[in-house]
Every structure is written in C-alpha cells, then in structure tokens.
T-cell receptor, first 109, second 115 residues
Framework: AQRVTQPEKLLSVFKGAPVELKCNYS??????LFWYVQYSRQRLQLLLR??SRESIKGFTADLNKGETSFHLKKPFAQEEDSAMYYC???????????FGTGTSLTVIP | EADIYQTPRYLVIGTGKKITLECSQT?????MYWYQQDPGMELHLIHY???????EKGDLSSESTVSRIRTEHFPLTLESARPSHTSQYLC????FGTGGRDTQYFGPGTRLTVL
C-alpha cells in the first residue's frame, strides 16, 4: 500500500508566484513527516521536518492529521528552488521509512 | 569533515559478477540504511542497521546482502548481478534517536548498470 503520495510528478511556477507541493500519507499511529530536496547534481538532503515547525529557505509545511496531508508551501518561488522534492514518512520503528515518488519543481524566470 | 561516502559512483558490470557497493560515514551515526531508487520512482528501503552486527531487511525485497562489522562501514553485496539489479543505490545514516525518527543524511549514490 502506498504510504506517501505526491500527486504531481512535475510542477512549474513563475518566479515570485506561490508554490505548493502536495503530499498525502496513509499510516495508522503517529508518523513523523519530512520533506527532502535534491538539487541538480547534489545529494538528497533534508529540507524540513514537521516536528521542528520551522521555516527553511522560506518553505513551510503543516501536518494536517485530519486530511492526512503535509503540503509544502512557499509564498514567493525563486529560481534556486528548482529541484526534486520528496515527501517522506517515518513510522514508529527504524524500518518504517517511506518516500513518495517525488515532485520536480521548475521555477520559470 | 563529517560526511557519507559511497564508492564507486558509477558501475557498469556484466551479468553474473559479484559486486560490493561501499558506504562509509564519518558522522558518528549508529544507524545506516540502503535504499534503491529507479528513475522517476520513489526510494525503497532495502536494508538497515542499528549498529555493529545488526542488520535487517527493509520493505523492499532484495537479493542483496549487507554487513556491519564496523560502525562507520555498511557495504552492500550482490553475489550474482542481473540486469534487474540496474538501479541507483543510496546509502544513508542517522543518529540513534528516540523512536527511530531521526533525520537521515544521504550519500551521493551509486548508479549500477548490469548488462
């Protein structure tokens, strides 16, 4: 069963426009949600995690348990935001770590 | 400098060969992971380890094996490579955090092609 769903494989927005990358999850219990990012020719790295409730590079994400969503948002997209974004879920134990299929974000100048 | 290293970065090999993908970390982390990722697809956890002499299979069935003799080293071995093993393999590590939910740090990956 798909634990993490990212419905958009590709997403293009203009520079300065708001951007939202969608993530929905399926898990019974209390998961922890993450967003990872992979810039061109760089390795996968953590962008933010819901437990920290922080804003990184202008991005925020709120865990909505009712809608089982963890959408990533930024009010004004920048060209340097162009990258591959993965939503991930961690369950109670170390073997329960699931990634979504990723969304490729392109910010058009 | 604390980092995660994977070698080789690229490997093209013939069917039937035995191969070992190396992963080392100088992060001081206890937990290590191997993921498999096909192009445009999600990452799948194939092996993980909580520490020395601890290895477990992940969600995705894999014909590979791993070992953890030293904290910093977590090699993955394929006894007989097949074209179906062609993929990208990512190694990651994390601290031994409460509830197993620590942030994972990834290596640069090994892109394996089996002809």
């Amino acid at each position: 069963a798909q634990r993490v769903t990212q419905p958009e494989k590709l997403l293009s927005v203009f520079k300065g426009a708001p951007v939202e990358l969608k993530c929905n999850y399926s898990y019974s219990g209390s998961p922890e949600l993450f967003w990872y990012v992979q810039y061109s020719r760089q390795r996968l790295q953590l962008l933010l995690r819901h437990i920290s409730r922080e804003s990184i590079k202008g991005f925020t994400a709120d865990l909505n348990k009712g809608e089982t969503s963890f959408h990533l948002k930024k009010p004004f997209a920048q060209e340097e935001d162009s990258a591959m974004y993965y939503c991930a879920l961690s369950g109670r134990t170390g073997n329960q770590f699931y990634f979504g299929t990723g969304t490729s974000l392109t910010v058009i100048p | 400098e604390a980092d995660i290293y994977q070698t080789p970065r690229y490997l093209v090999i013939g069917t039937g060969k035995k191969i070992t993908l190396e992963c080392s970390q100088t992060m001081g982390h206890d937990k290590m992971y191997w993921y498999q990722q096909d192009p445009g697809m999600e990452l799948h956890l194939i092996h993980y380890s909580y520490g020395v002499n601890s290895t477990e299979k992940g969600d995705l069935s894999s014909e590979s094996t791993v070992s953890r003799i030293r904290t910093e080293h977590f090699p993955l071995t394929l006894e007989s490579a097949r074209p179906s093993h062609t993929s990208q393999y990512l190694c990651a590590s994390s601290r031994f955090g409460t509830g197993g939910r620590d942030t994972q740090y990834f290596g640069p990956g090994t892109r394996l092609t089996v002809l």
